[in-house]
């Protein structure tokens, strides 16, 4: 049976030629692709045989970097944060020629309030509202009114309104766009004929990225013939600028001698201390309100010092003769003073003070501060009472006395005039500021401001190291 059934044949079947497609079996004709693209049956019958490998690299080949850009090794610009200049502006200028720049020392005035266009006077309404209460507000003037109702005080012309404050706008420092305008102003101005193009370099002596103080030197400078350095410390378009970015700018020659002053002098009363000692010693009899009335006066210029003294020491007449040591506890250095001096004394500098105030207080000041030179009034004592007899001995310290004593301690220290510095808040500093090689007014009085080179309205005496090209670094090292 198992015979006669015989071997089993199997199952026909197709085996490997079968394909995966039903509709590729039977198709007979395969029309052509019109439009250049594989229909999916195309595709999978490239496929069907197909073995996935990873595909063979070849390694990269390894050019040697000659120093010449190629499709190879194409040049790269890579911005590395340095800056640099080929312009000569601070080299040594060419044989036969000499340095043409100016150094613009820019402060700014941080806690300085500004003085508004209605910041007027009492007493002065506007017209036609009368009103004699200066806190009202009907007595505040606004630009397009009457500024009084006196008409022999009656202006001409109107005032010109004060220029827009641009430091609340572009930051309450010295911004770029400040040095930007600053630059202006000098490229507005004409050069000499033959001078190359503006140039200019900058500074920040105290915070690189919120500078209060920056020392910007420029060439050419402005034609002296159309405007000399004098004028151009007075000229419109400066003091605009200044009222615009709340700021006070320094104008000098950038010679070497600037860093390296060899004698400077001071004056006493409000400027190395914040008092004016006659008006405390008039404090301590009463009669405080009239000496300082005279001394404001005279401090503005509107009267003759020597007079002027010798009204306020007659108010003086009986005063105890001790008092110059009672007012040591009272008198206060102004900030920055005691460290000023030190810097000095540290650079070799001499130091004087010129006071019209008193020889007492003004050598205990000296000493106490370490400077060199003291000159001041002398009162004359009764010996018998030991008070004051409201008379001086010998000449007043006053304007013309002060640039003498100055003349004289330079010539004395073998110091040209060119590297003398006068610091002064009043009327009678002028002379000695004006010989001096350069005269620094210290929060001073509106008519030394206008006529001093120089002007500080800032709140520590440091600031004179400043305006010598120190940064800030560098004083710390010179106070130590």
């Not at 004060?162 to 305008?181: F, K």
């Not at 019209?356 to 106490?368: K, V």
């Not at 001096?436 to 600031?463: H, S, Y």
Request: aromatic share 6%; with cysteine.
């Amino acid at each position: 049976m198992d015979a006669a059934k015989g071997p089993k044949i199997g199952r026909p079947s197709l085996g490997a030629m079968r394909s995966s497609s039903y509709f590729q079996e039977h198709q007979q004709y395969r029309p052509p692709q019109p439009d250049g693209h594989e229909g999916i049956d195309s595709i999978l019958e490239s496929t069907q045989n197909a073995t996935l490998a990873p595909k063979a690299t070849q390694p990269p080949k390894i050019f040697k970097y000659n120093g010449i850009p190629s499709p190879e090794f194409p040049p790269k610009i890579i911005d590395s944060g340095l800056n640099h200049t080929l312009s000569h502006s601070n080299c040594q200028p060419a044989p036969g020629t000499s340095s043409d720049r100016l150094v613009a020392t820019i402060f700014y005035k941080s806690k300085s309030p500004r003085a508004a266009i209605t910041d007027y006077p009492g007493g002065r309404a506007p017209s036609p509202i009368r009103s004699t209460n200066t806190s009202s507000p009907s007595s505040i003037i606004h630009p397009n009114l009457a500024p009084t109702e006196d008409m022999s005080q009656f202006p001409l012309e109107p005032p010109p309104p004060d220029p827009e404050p641009l430091d609340h706008l572009y930051g309450s420092y010295i911004s770029p766009l400040c040095l930007t305008s600053f630059l202006h102003l000098i490229s507005s101005l004409p050069s000499r004929r033959g001078t190359h193009t503006l140039t200019s370099s900058h500074r920040c002596l105290d915070n690189p990225t919120h500078p209060s103080i920056v020392e910007l030197s420029f060439s050419p400078t402005p034609d002296p013939t159309y405007l000399s350095l004098s004028d151009f410390r007075k000229h419109e378009l400066l003091y605009r600028f200044e009222r615009e970015w709340n700021v006070d700018v320094i104008l000098q020659p950038d010679t070497v001698l600037r860093r390296y002053p060899r004698l400077v002098v001071f004056d006493m009363d409000s400027t190395l201390i914040i008092q004016e000692a006659i008006d405390l010693i008039a404090a301590s009899i009463g009669v405080e309100e009239e000496v300082s009335s005279i001394t404001a006066r005279a401090m503005n210029g509107e009267l003759d010092f020597s007079s002027s003294f010798r009204a306020r020491v007659q108010l003086l007449k009986g005063v105890d003769a001790n008092i110059f040591t009672k007012l040591r506890d009272v008198i206060t250095p102004t900030k920055g003073a005691r460290e000023l001096i030190k810097a000095l004394k540290r650079m070799g500098c001499k130091t004087a003070v010129l006071s019209g105030g008193f020889i007492p207080l003004t050598q205990w000041l000296a000493d106490s501060l370490g400077i060199d030179y003291a000159y001041a009034n002398t009162l004359e004592i009764d010996p018998v009472s030991n008070t004051l007899t409201g008379e001086a001995l010998g000449p007043i310290v006053n304007a013309e006395r002060k640039r003498d004593l100055l003349l004289e301690i330079a010539a004395k220290e073998g110091v040209p005039v060119e590297q003398v510095v006068a610091v002064g808040d009043g009327a009678n500093d002028l002379l000695m500021m004006g010989v001096a090689g350069l005269g620094v007014a210290w929060n001073a009085k509106p008519v030394v401001q206008m006529e001093a080179q120089a002007r500080l309205n800032g709140e520590t005496l440091l600031d004179l190291l400043h305006v010598f090209g120190f940064t800030a670094e560098e004083m710390e090292v010179l106070i130590k």
